[in-house]
Nanobody, 121 residues
Framework: QVQVVESGGGSVQAGGSLKLSCTAS????????MGWFRQAPGKEREGVAC???NGGDTTYTDSVKGRFTISRDNAKNTLYLKPEDTAIYYC???????????????????WGQGTQVTVSS
């Protein structure tokens, strides 16, 4: 049974930092491209970032480039994200597609329950 669990959400002042973690169990973590998605208030869920199996390649949606950082530790079966915007952040695992399809939600088999990040000014 695959379990995907996010943690690390909370409230932070603008300019502060949070580091989200996502631990995936029940799958061969290191063989899967992994992704982060988010849903901001009043908006649809969107892809935020994606990272290749060994962490060597990353990609970000344009609005977060230069501000967010995605990373992973395969020895710990854990994915990370440093976000800076208010939203519910979701970890997506079990990617089964081409790299250019990373923003397509249907290409991910497993999802976490989401963790809330609130940034206040």
């Amino acid at each position: 049974q695959v379990q995907v669990v996010e943690s690390g959400g909370g409230s932070v002042q603008a300019g502060g930092s949070l580091k989200l973690s996502c631990t995936a169990s029940g799958l061969d973590f290191g063989t899967y491209t992994m992704g982060w998605f988010r849903q901001a208030p009043g908006k649809e869920r969107e892809g935020v970032a994606c990272i290749s199996t060994n962490g060597g390649d990353t990609t970000y949606t344009d609005s977060v480039k230069g501000r967010f950082t995605i990373s992973r530790d395969n020895a710990k079966n854990t994915l990370y994200l440093k976000p800076e915007d208010t939203a519910i952040y979701y970890c997506a695992a079990g990617f089964d597609g081409q790299w250019w399809q990373w923003e397509q939600e249907e290409k991910y088999k497993y999802w976490g329950q989401g963790t809330q990040v609130t940034v206040s000014s």
